[in-house]
Each structure stands twice: as structure tokens, then as C-alpha cells.
């Protein structure tokens, strides 16, 4: 099973916003809404962002917002901030055989 | 808080064995599911095993299966990854990982992670 494929890197300057996008496949991203979505600062932990698609866990900026269409779900992130400059990942469920599958990583600058 | 530990990251000859271990605390361990996940220096993030609530299902990467074992003990609120047969691809940053008390596909919180390091 292939990772879900991102792209490698995306910037914007304070305040923008920007769109992070996530392909997988129709056995995956496109069968199940379990997509979520990671911020990993350097030597930090991942942090849950978006599940479910769209939803916000409590205590996330509503700066971040996921949606999905087809085989494609994206996060965007508005307003964008120094503090956003990290690694982001997306994550799906793929069925009882690949269980989950993450995207490749996108490194987000903030120019 | 909800706070999960790693220990047991350590340096191992390729085909050693080590065992993971991560104390949970702050929410009932024992209804929700575990993960470990994995990520190689420098890499991205690779799920490598799951277990249900009470440890009745266990599921694994195609790239542990086989050579890596998952458990948990509800009592002491820890989880535990036996990793035997070790290669130097496994060498990665392991972090425990909560998931959810049913059918869903998220992680949330992390552990800090602990580092496994497979070279002679």
C-alpha cells in the first residue's frame, strides 16, 4: 500500500491562506470519511488537527478546516501564522487489510 | 491531562528483539484502542500495529506482521509492542498512540515517542 501522496511543500506569507492536498485512492480516501489530519513541529509529537473529514477536535484554531471530494481531501489552513510553519500529515483508513495509510508530509513555511 | 509514555527505545543488533512499552494515564485506558505508530529519521509517519479495548484484536502492518507482537495490560494501563527478528528499515522514532472507543480512524493524543535504533 502506497503512502496517500502530498505535496512536498507549501509556504505563504502571514495571513494568507493555503491548501494542502491529500490523493489517495477509491480504497481508501475515497471510500472512507476517517481522514484526519497531523501538525508535527520539528522534534515534537504529531498533533491531531482535523478527524473525520472535517471535524475539529476542542482547543484546535478554527483557522483549520478539512474537506474531501472524491479521492482528494485537503486542509486548509487561513490566517496563517508563524506558529503554523511545521509538517503536516494526512491519515485514512484503507479497510481490514492496510487498516491506515498517512500521506507523504508537507513541510508549510511561512514566508 | 491525558498523557501517554514511551520507554524501551533502545541500540540492537539486526535480528534482536526489544520491547516497547507505554504508560497511559488520565482517561480510562481500557475503552479505547491503542496504536503504535512509527517514523524512520527524517521520514513520515507509518502505522505500524493496533489493538482493541479489551486486546480481543490485534492488527499489523504487512511490514511487522509476523515479527512484531502488540499487547496491553488493562490493570496497569500499558500498552506493549515486542518487536523480534529486528531489521535496520524498523530503526524509527515509536510513538503510542490513543484511538478511539469504536469504528474510526484517528490518533489523538501522542507519546513523545521512543527512539529504536537497529545497527551493529
Known amino acids: 500500500q502506497s503512502a496517500l501522496t502530498q505535496p512536498a511543500s507549501v509556504s505563504g506569507s502571514p495571513g494568507q491562506s493555503i491548501t494542502i492536498s491529500c490523493t489517495g485512492t477509491?480504497?481508501?480516501?475515497?471510500?472512507?470519511?476517517?481522514v484526519s489530519w497531523y501538525q508535527q513541529h520539528p522534534g515534537k509529537a504529531p498533533k491531531l488537527l482535523i478527524y473525520?473529514?472535517?471535524k475539529r477536535p476542542s482547543g484546535v484554531s478554527d483557522r483549520f478546516s478539512g474537506s474531501k471530494s472524491g479521492n482528494t481531501a485537503s486542509l486548509t489552513i487561513s490566517g496563517l501564522q508563524s506558529e503554523d510553519e511545521a509538517d503536516y500529515y494526512c491519515?485514512?483508513?484503507?479497510?481490514?487489510?492496510?487498516?491506515?495509510?498517512f500521506g507523504t508530509g508537507t513541510k508549510v513555511t511561512v514566508l | 491531562e491525558v498523557q501517554l509514555v514511551e520507554s524501551g527505545g533502545d541500540l540492537v543488533q539486526p535480528g534482536g528483539s526489544l520491547r516497547l512499552s507505554c504508560a497511559a494515564s488520565?482517561?480510562?485506558?481500557?475503552?479505547?484502542?491503542m496504536h503504535w505508530v512509527r517514523q524512520a529519521p527524517g521520514k513520515g509517519l507509518v502505522w505500524v500495529s493496533r489493538?482493541?479495548?479489551?486486546?480481543?484484536?490485534?492488527v499489523y502492518a504487512d511490514s511487522v506482521k509476523g515479527r512484531f507482537t502488540i499487547s496491553r495490560d488493562n490493570a496497569k494501563n500499558a500498552l506493549y509492542l515486542q518487536m523480534n527478528s529486528l531489521r535496520a528499515e524498523d530503526t524509527a522514532i515509536y510513538y503510542c498512540?490513543?484511538?478511539?472507543?469504536?469504528?474510526?480512524?484517528?490518533?489523538?493524543?501522542w507519546g513523545q515517542g521512543t527512539l529504536v535504533t537497529v545497527s551493529s
Open positions: 498512540v490513543r484511538g478511539t472507543t469504536g469504528t474510526g480512524g484517528w490518533f489523538d493524543p
Open positions: 488520565g482517561f480510562t485506558f481500557s475503552s479505547y484502542r
Open positions: 489493538i482493541h479495548n479489551d486486546g480481543s484484536l490485534t
Open positions: 477509491s480504497s481508501d480516501v475515497g471510500s472512507y470519511n476517517f
Open positions: 473525520e473529514v472535517s
Open positions: 491519515c485514512s483508513y484503507a479497510g481490514s487489510s492496510i487498516h491506515y495509510v
